[in-house]
Nanobody, 126 residues
């Protein structure tokens, strides 16, 4: 069993930045691709960004491309989501997840992810 824990959420003004972190509690991160998803009130969960085990392959939702960057430091067992130029529509609960697919395959489908964190609230408001 893998327990993922997100941190770094909070309240930020439009145009501001935040960095979310995701770590595995009590163990190393799975040697799998990792993804970030978000869910706003009344909306379905949506893919935000993901990267392969090596970090060489990344994928982003169109709505965040150019503003968000996903990265990982396997030696530190941490995955990051750096968010810039935040907009009110980015407000959501952000969750990290570990894929159950091949380590180099970055899926956008939540069902391809076996382990999930509890989520971190990001609120973009003035």
């Amino acid at each position: 069993q893998v327990q993922l824990v997100e941190s770094g959420g909070g309240l930020v003004q439009p145009g501001g930045s935040l960095r979310l972190s995701c770590a595995a509690e009590g163990r190393t991160l799975p040697e799998q691709a990792m993804g970030w998803f978000r869910q706003a009130p009344g909306k379905d969960r949506e893919f935000v960004a993901g990267l392969s085990w090596s970090g060489a392959i990344t994928d982003y939702a169109a709505s965040v491309t150019g503003r968000f960057t996903v990265s990982r430091e396997n030696a530190k067992n941490v995955v990051y989501l750096s968010m810039h130029e935040l907009k009110p529509e980015d407000t959501a609960v952000y969750s990290c997840a570990a894929s159950s697919r091949h380590r180099n395959y970055v899926s956008r489908v939540p069902q391809d992810y076996a382990y999930w964190g509890q989520g971190a609230q990001v609120t973009v408001s003035s």
